[in-house]
Nanobody
Framework: QVQLVESGGRLVQAGGSLRLSCATS????????MGWFRQAPGKEREFVAT????????AYADFVKGRFTISRDNAKNMVYLQMNSLKPEDTAVYYC???????????????????WGQGTQVTVSS
């Protein structure tokens, strides 16, 4: 069983930065594709970023390109989301997710992910 625990969310001013962390458990973490999603009140969960088991394979939603960076440390079983130039519209609960099949890369659809964390709240004030 894989467990994901997000942390790092908090209140920040527009233009600021945050780094979200996702601690994972499970022997096969190194082969999972990992993703970050977010959900704002009254809206559907949306894709933010994904990273394959090889760090060179990443994909981002258009609205975060150039501002957010996803990374992973397989030795520590950690996934990160560095968020810069934050905007009020980035306010949401951010979720970490794991996709078991390493052959599938750039996974953008929430239903394709097998495991989810409980989420961490990010609030950006204007």
């Amino acid at each position: 069983q894989v467990q994901l625990v997000e942390s790092g969310g908090r209140l920040v001013q527009a233009g600021g930065s945050l780094r979200l962390s996702c601690a994972t458990s499970g022997r096969s973490f190194n082969t999972y594709t990992m993703g970050w999603f977010r959900q704002a009140p009254g809206k559907e969960r949306e894709f933010v970023a994904t990273i394959g088991w090889r760090n060179s394979i990443t994909a981002y939603a258009d609205f975060v390109k150039g501002r957010f960076t996803i990374s992973r440390d397989n030795a520590k079983n950690m996934v990160y989301l560095q968020m810069n130039s934050l905007k009020p519209e980035d306010t949401a609960v951010y979720y970490c997710a794991a996709h078991r099949d390493p052959r599938t890369i750039a996974v953008r659809t929430a239903t394709e992910y097998d495991y989810w964390g409980q989420g961490t709240q990010v609030t950006v004030s204007s």
